[in-house]
């Protein structure tokens, strides 16, 4: 049925018009309107995607755990053991030749955990990233 709607219409703006209200309509989806555009990006620093470990204090435990993405002013690690992890609790995280930064949760979500460093931009940090982002893949 959804795919007959899709064919049948013509192509240029009418047809994503259409393909949007369709997918709107189905429950389940997160619901998207053409008339309204995205909301502007907050965030003071880009997103880098980076292959790595961070070792995340916790309590008496160490935790290493992979690297989803870091800026300036934060980073996001892939965890699926939340237990101790609360929102706005400090946890100090260590990345290899950076050092040990506090950094608060801001969020926590099912495979990942979202912190924000209590020290904008943290000493190495930006060498870190730059060392990271100009290493070839593998």
Known sequence: MLRRQI??????????????????????????????????????HPRHAIRGMAVLYRGDHLLDLPILDVSLTGIRLYATDHS???????FPIALPECGVHDA?????RSQSVAFRFTTPEPNGLRSFIDARMSKPPG
Do not use: M, Y
Not at 9 to 33: A, D, E, W
Not at 84 to 90: A, R, S
Not at 104 to 108: L, R
């Open 7 to 44: 064919v049948r219409k013509r192509t240029g703006q009418r047809f994503i018009l259409n393909q949007v209200q369709i997918l709107c309509n189905q429950p389940g989806k997160r619901q998207v309107s053409p008339n309204h555009p995205r909301p502007a990006e907050r965030r003071q």
């Open 84 to 90: 101790g992890l609360k929102p706005d609790g400090v």
């Open 104 to 108: 608060q949760v801001v969020a926590v």
